[in-house]
């Protein structure tokens, strides 16, 4: 007998396909008040059919665990013509602490370089220390927006 296979995560770009299981994770996030700290736009079941059909130069991503959408990604600026894309994610509080953050980062600097990034900046709460202490360790360079708020950057 041979013992259960643990499923790898997959970062995938967002598409329709995904439009449900998305809605689930924002559903989610809102039960866990996650938007103190992720709140680009609404996590309604209205946007992830949006997002999830959207076309433009932003990039939307979702991260998979058994075609499950565990973790969510963006790069958006292009569209309004900003040169240094802003990136977001969020996971799934069940999924927190294995790692997932920092592939669904590398995937998204890996996009960015992808479509001639050569900078992304992001924002984060200051009282949310793991991520800070994430994107610190990626090579992010912070300098106070406000006295809630840091903006990162990092060179590519």
């Known amino acids: 007998m041979t013992a259960p296979t643990k499923s790898v995560p997959v970062c995938v770009a967002l598409g329709s396909k995904h439009a449900t299981s998305l809605a689930g994770l924002f559903a989610h996030l809102q039960q866990k008040d996650a938007e ?7 996590l309604t079941a209205d946007e992830a059919t949006a997002r999830s059909n959207y076309s433009g130069r932003d990039f ?3 991260m998979l665990e058994d075609d499950v959408v565990v973790g969510y990604g963006m790069l958006r600026g292009w569209d309004e013509g900003y040169a240094i894309p802003s990136l977001g994610i969020a996971l799934d509080p069940s999924v927190r602490g294995r790692g997932y953050s920092r592939l669904l980062m590398n995937f998204l600097h890996d996009a960015a370089r992808t479509r001639s990034a050569t900078r992304v900046r992001l924002k984060v709460d200051s009282q949310n220390r793991p991520a800070i202490k994430l994107y610190r360790s990626l090579g992010y360079v912070f300098k ?3 006295r809630e708020e840091l903006i990162g950057f990092l060179d590519l």
Do not use: I, N
């Open 36 to 42: 103190k700290f992720f709140h680009p736009h609404p």
């Open 60 to 62: 939307y991503c979702v």
């Open 144 to 146: 106070p927006q406000t």
